[in-house]
Nanobody, 117 residues
């Protein structure tokens, strides 16, 4: 199993920025694709951004150009820089691996982001 611990969330106003951090345990991190997910109240969890072991990234269309995902394989960490935040970005954000090996991998507690005017 890989354990993930998310941090960096908070209460911000529209247009503000936040950077979320994810710390992972285990040796698999550097060899697997990773993702940031979010879950708003009453909604299903959705993928926000993905990153391959080599650093190729992908984004949900609604965050394209505002969010940036990065990773540091040497430190087993991943970040999500979020700019121009909108109320619809309000959610609990999680990090997790991508692929069959992570199908039953535990989720961390997540870090909440609230954007309100």
């Amino acid at each position: 199993q890989v354990q993930f611990v998310e941090s960096g969330g908070g209460l911000v106003q529209p247009g503000d920025s936040l950077t979320l951090s994810c710390a992972a345990t285990g040796s698999r991190f550097s060899s697997d694709a990773m993702a940031w997910y979010r879950q708003a109240t009453g909604k299903e969890r959705e993928v926000v951004a993905t990153i391959t072991p080599g650093g190729k990234t992908g984004y949900r269309q609604v965050v394209q150009g505002r969010f940036t995902i990065t990773r540091d394989n040497a430190k087993n960490t991943m970040s999500l820089e979020m700019t121009d935040l909108k109320p619809e970005d309000t959610a609990v954000y999680f990090c997790q691996g991508i692929g069959a090996l992570y199908k039953n991998n535990p989720w961390g507690k997540g870090t909440p982001v609230t954007v309100w005017a």
